[in-house]
């Protein structure tokens, strides 16, 4: 069993009863090929909940600083996490998310780049809509509907994929296809937030 299989199941049994976790819409993570999940992001625990919520073991960008450490470096790229550099374009972290999808992995972003802790569903940074153009990955928009707090119930919404068909056609800029992503992440925290 490898470290990320040990991880997944450990927090499983931590997080699960913790929160109360009610996933819905599992069935849209297609079970083959390159997909990216994109997640609104309130909390440090939104990288474990969507990993262990999701039907596919799944490959996370994640700020550089959290590598500095050599310790949780370590154990993050082995539970399938690589770095990227906050606020610049970072050519070696859009080739290796590149390269996840080319090899039929699950790719797994949070388009805000930083913690919204209010709650609220901030602007997308762009790099969501640069790996949906620049691959042929199927895109499912993802809403954690929190606030995370012991024994109340946290939920994981996954949605119906994103057709982005049209987008590539027209070569949509990135920014307009995270908008789009973003888009689709309020209407499903909105409509299950009732």
Same mark, same amino acid.
């Given at each position: 069993?490898? +470290?990320?299989?040990? %991880?997944?199941? +450990?927090?499983?049994?931590?997080?699960?009863?913790?929160?109360?976790?009610?996933?819905?819409?599992?069935? $849209? *993570?297609?079970?083959? !090929?390159?997909? *990216?999940?994109?997640? $609104?992001? *309130?909390? $440090?625990?939104?990288?474990?909940?969507?990993?262990?919520?999701?039907?596919?073991? *799944?490959?996370?960008?994640?700020? &550089? &600083?959290?590598?500095?450490?050599? =310790?949780?470096?370590?154990? +993050?790229?082995?539970?399938?996490?690589?770095?990227?550099?906050? !606020?610049?374009?970072?050519?070696?972290?859009?080739?290796?998310?590149?390269?996840?999808?080319?090899?039929?992995?699950?790719?797994?972003?949070?388009?805000? %780049?930083?913690?919204?802790?209010? %709650?609220?569903? !901030?602007?997308?940074?762009?790099?969501?809509? =640069? =790996?949906?153009?620049?691959?042929?990955?199927?895109?499912?928009?993802?809403?954690?509907?929190?606030?995370?707090?012991?024994?109340?119930?946290?939920?994981?919404?996954? !949605?119906?994929?994103?057709?982005?068909?049209?987008?590539?056609?027209?070569?949509?800029?990135?920014?307009?296809?995270?908008?789009?992503?973003?888009? &689709?992440?309020?209407? +499903?925290?909105? =409509?299950?937030?009732?």
């Amino acid at each position: 069993m490898s +470290l990320y299989q040990v %991880g997944k199941w +450990l927090c499983s049994i931590l997080l699960y009863p913790l929160f109360r976790i009610h996933v819905v819409g599992k069935k $849209n *993570i297609p079970k083959d !090929g390159p997909v *990216i999940i994109c997640s $609104n992001h *309130i909390s $440090n625990l939104d990288p474990p909940v969507v990993g262990i919520t999701s039907s596919r073991n *799944i490959y996370f960008l994640a700020k &550089e &600083e959290l590598f500095e450490n050599k =310790f949780l470096g370590g154990i +993050l790229k082995r539970v399938h996490a690589f770095p990227i550099k906050r !606020g610049m374009r970072d050519r070696n972290a859009l080739r290796k998310g590149l390269d996840v999808l080319k090899n039929n992995h699950a790719l797994g972003l949070f388009p805000e %780049g930083s913690r919204q802790k209010n %709650g609220e569903i !901030g602007q997308g940074l762009s790099g969501a809509g =640069f =790996f949906a153009l620049r691959s042929e990955a199927t895109i499912v928009p993802c809403a954690i509907i929190g606030p995370y707090q012991k024994f109340k119930q946290l939920k994981v919404v996954y !949605g119906e994929p994103i057709d982005m068909t049209k987008y590539r056609q027209e070569k949509a800029s990135a920014k307009i296809v995270t908008d789009r992503i973003m888009e &689709e992440i309020r209407q +499903l925290h909105k =409509f299950h937030s009732r």
